[in-house]
């Protein structure tokens, strides 16, 4: 028999802070969507386990140690047992800002003061709460499949090259490099009476849907809502970000995007949750495990000469201030000088190899792979083909962030993800996550 608890707590941080996400000083100027963390808590006899969905882009190691060691001390859960996971919303909660200097902007440092200790608390306090509310549930498992809403964003190129977003609907596209994973796998929880207390559910899709300056947990904020409409108010959604690093909402076919395409977007995942939920089965077996383990992966190589353009070029190109930067060709000469900066950074301050945490989660015969940082979507399809029973969430961003891991073909100067300090882990790095977390299933 099991129990669950969930709970939600907002984390809306003052306006003013800083919104990672971009190469951009963003400001929140306004607040589309509250924020949210949200957590359940199983428990399985004398063992317990905590999941944590957090509106933010990427987990820092001291930020979920904190989380971790509060959650401890106030439910004697260990941290092993403790899956911390971010959304990635480009317009949520206020830190990971390597390359970009939020700590010479005043409105922003005097914003965020103080705001990351209470984040923590609250943050933590969120599964606290989850653990007092436990009952006996039943968990209801499905897969649902939810297409016209992601897409790879890398693209083969007639002139042989594959290129991150390209212009949309560009006569020089061929195809994309691969496919989106388009699985929606829901774990529904009702209590003993039938009454649905909330879901672990995950999706492969970056939440950067709206930009700008108003903050807003993306579509994953409409997915809640939505859900709440129909199973009530109290209802909890854990959503966990599926292998997506390589996948976002652009359509290339079509010149632009509706300005509620996040909304669109969150209402079509929730109404296949709906549909997915009703025809659940129960899960047969009854068991409860976690493992958080720890491997080493070295720094990905970098060669001089790619260094010392690098350092050239930002001795050499002038910054420009308020004008956007991205990867779209808006200003080529900006976009080269951010990115010329982040590979600095990553040369200067980063080590040598990485501890690069993985966590495995088995809830009765349905498993929760937990990766770190933003995975191609070919990592996530080769956990699930090592696991032969189907039943299975595959989740990124979770405990820890290394930038983007590509597959070790995908490592051209024209795709954003591979660029160096995008993509700072070794070329192999996916493949042994992937065999390593499908190992780790007992």
Do not use: W
Not at 77 to 100: D, K, L, Q
Not at 317 to 338: C, F, M, R, W
Not at 344 to 368: K, N, R, Y
């Amino acid at each position: 028999m099991f129990e669950f608890g969930f709970y939600e707590k907002e984390i809306t941080p003052p306006l003013g802070c800083g919104i990672p996400g971009y190469f951009n000083i963003r400001r929140g100027c306004d607040v589309l969507d509250r924020l949210y963390a949200r957590a359940v808590v199983i428990k399985q006899g004398d063992k317990r386990v905590a999941i944590l969905s957090i509106d933010g882009l990427h987990p820092k190691t001291d930020i979920c140690d904190g989380i971790a060691k509060r959650i401890e001390a106030y439910t004697n859960i260990p941290r092993e047992n403790v899956m911390i996971a971010f959304t990635h919303s480009h317009t949520a909660i206020p830190f990971r800002f390597e390359g970009i200097a939020f700590e010479d902007d005043e409105v922003v440092k005097e914003s965020i003061k103080g705001y990351i200790d209470v984040f923590i608390r609250l943050v933590a306090d969120c599964v606290t709460l989850a653990n007092l509310r436990l009952v006996n549930a039943t968990p209801f498992f499905e897969k649902g499949e939810v297409s016209g809403i992601s897409f790879c964003r890398d693209y083969f190129m007639k002139n042989g090259t594959p290129r991150t977003n390209p212009p949309r609907t560009s006569p020089e596209i061929l195809s994309s490099v691969t496919e989106s994973d388009k699985e929606l796998p829901v774990l529904m929880i009702k209590d003993d009476e039938g009454k649905a207390l909330g879901a672990i559910l995950g999706f492969a899709c970056h939440a950067d849907c709206i930009s700008g300056e108003k903050l807003s947990g993306d579509y994953v904020s409409t997915l809640s809502k939505e859900l709440k409409k129909v199973y009530g108010e109290d209802f909890v959604t854990i959503f966990l970000l599926g292998c997506s690093g390589d996948v976002n909402h652009f359509d290339v076919s079509k010149l632009s995007d509706s300005g509620d395409h996040y909304v669109k977007m969150g209402k079509k995942l929730a109404e296949e949750v709906v549909r997915v939920a009703s025809k659940g089965e129960k899960l047969k077996e009854n068991t409860l495990k976690s493992k958080l383990e720890y491997i080493t992966i070295p720094r990905r190589e970098v060669d001089e000469e790619t260094i010392l353009e690098a350092r050239r070029c930002i001795e050499t190109i002038p910054e420009k201030k308020g004008v956007k930067i991205s990867a779209d060709n808006t200003d080529p000469e900006q976009y080269k000088l951010a990115m010329a900066k982040r590979l600095v950074a990553f040369i200067d301050s980063t080590p040598q190899e990485f501890d690069v945490p993985l966590q495995c989660i088995q809830i009765g015969e349905f498993t929760i792979y937990g990766f770190n940082s933003e995975i191609f979507t070919e990592f996530g399809k080769i956990v699930k083909r090592g696991d032969k029973t189907g039943k299975n969430l595959v989740a990124t961003l979770c405990n820890e962030a290394f930038g983007y891991v590509p597959t070790r073909d995908m490592f051209y100067d024209t795709i954003y993800e591979s660029r160096p300090g995008s993509s700072r882990l070794d070329k192999e790095a996916g493949y042994i996550m992937a065999e390593k977390l499908i190992s780790m299933k007992e």
